[in-house]
């Protein structure tokens, strides 16, 4: 049986097509995806987030406890309202999740985790607590709003009295704050400034409508999804499990290795930097007609396999095919993909694509 959010007839009422995602019923789009898409690049869109897992971490070992059990730093939360982002390792190092984290004070974190990983993370949290005085519980009683674009913030503000829009306005990148009945973070999932916002269910539709008057656009997932690869974001599932360790998924930058903290997965790490990474996540364009999907061999000019797309779709902003990729650490420039036994150029780009209304380096040369 698939669960329903509190925004669901509204979804309804405005066209959406519901899927069947990770137990959930939610919008795929509402139309046009590929106008979702733009809006969120150009102004505003919103999406329903309720689906993610906000999970409450209280105790007097709270930064104890989230010490151990992510690869970057929870030290670095020291202001309330202050965000990270991180990965959860296992002990060989691969990536049980992917995560933010919120510091409110001293003896109580929020964590918010992908809803596709929900059972195997609430265990893992809970298998963790063992040795530490800390509480993991789980919150079903908030709906969450991601409102991103150009114009999220100021359009968001429109709709708060002028003392509330004053304080959100004045939030920083990867800060949150309690706004009256809403948690307001300055964080997101679509490579363009906004905010991710938790509010009570009975709240959630009033506000939606309220932020739809001001002309922010109802998004689904897929425009959520061609947004994040555009944006050189991983997916969980795809451009990263738990066979994989961030130092290969391009998210070396968010495991705090340098000082002596004893985070699980640390030792695998250490051996990994150690020998030599094998495989590197890189962005790929094609040279060609025809569309990059996960899964697609890539070979060099001999026929050889170096590696495999992991997320691929079509660019609205670039017009063009693209996709992230896990690749032999050596191979450069250009290699070849098999689409359906053609061999098709492809050329290697550093991501992102495009972030914050702007075309990676390289990425059109």
Not at 2 to 10: E, F, K, S
Not at 150 to 161: D, F, G, H, I, T
Not at 250 to 275: C, E, N, Y
Not at 278 to 299: F, I, N, S
């Amino acid at each position: 049986m698939t669960m329903q959010t509190p925004l669901y007839q509204a979804h309804i009422d405005a066209g959406a097509r519901m899927v069947d995602f990770g137990g959930w019923q939610l919008p795929i789009n509402y139309g046009s995806q590929i106008d979702e898409h733009n809006a969120v690049r150009t102004d505003a869109g919103m999406f329903d987030v309720s689906h993610m897992t906000v999970v409450e971490i209280q105790g007097p070992d709270a930064r104890k406890y989230l010490a151990k059990l992510l690869a970057n730093d929870v030290a670095k939360l020291q202001q309330a309202g202050k965000a990270m982002y991180s990965c959860m390792l296992n002990a060989e190092g691969g990536i049980i999740d992917d995560l933010i984290t919120y510091y409110l004070n001293e003896e109580h974190f929020r964590v918010v985790v992908n809803a596709a990983t929900h059972d195997k993370d609430m265990a893992w949290l809970e298998q963790q607590t063992s040795g530490y005085d800390v509480c993991v519980n789980e919150r079903r009683d908030l709906v969450m709003l991601a409102v991103q674009g150009p114009q999220a913030r100021q359009k968001v503000a429109a709709v708060l009295s002028a003392e509330k829009s004053e304080q959100v306005l004045a939030l920083k990148i990867f800060q949150a704050a309690q706004i009256a009945n809403m948690f307001i973070a300055r964080t997101g999932y679509t490579g363009e400034d906004g905010f991710e916002i938790m509010l009570p269910p009975d709240a959630a539709p009033s506000f939606w409508e309220q932020l739809y008057d001001q002309g922010v656009q109802p998004c689904g997932l897929g425009a959520r999804d061609t947004l994040r690869l555009e944006a050189g974001m991983n997916l969980y599932g795809q451009d990263m499990d738990e066979t994989t360790s961030p130092l290969e998924s391009g998210l070396g930058w968010t495991v705090a290795i340098k000082d002596d903290r004893d985070f699980i997965g640390r030792s695998a790490l250490l051996v990994q930097r150690q020998a030599g990474l094998q495989k590197k996540l890189v962005g790929l364009v094609l040279e060609a007609k025809g569309v990059l999907r996960p899964q697609q061999k890539l070979l060099d000019a001999d026929g050889k396999q170096v590696g495999v797309t992991t997320s691929g779709s079509f660019s609205p902003s670039l017009q063009k095919a693209i996709a992230m990729a896990r690749i032999d650490i050596t191979i450069e420039g250009n290699c070849l993909v098999d689409i359906r036994g053609r061999q098709l150029p492809v050329r290697i780009v550093k991501l992102p694509f495009v972030r914050n209304g702007k075309v990676g380096d390289g990425i059109l040369s």
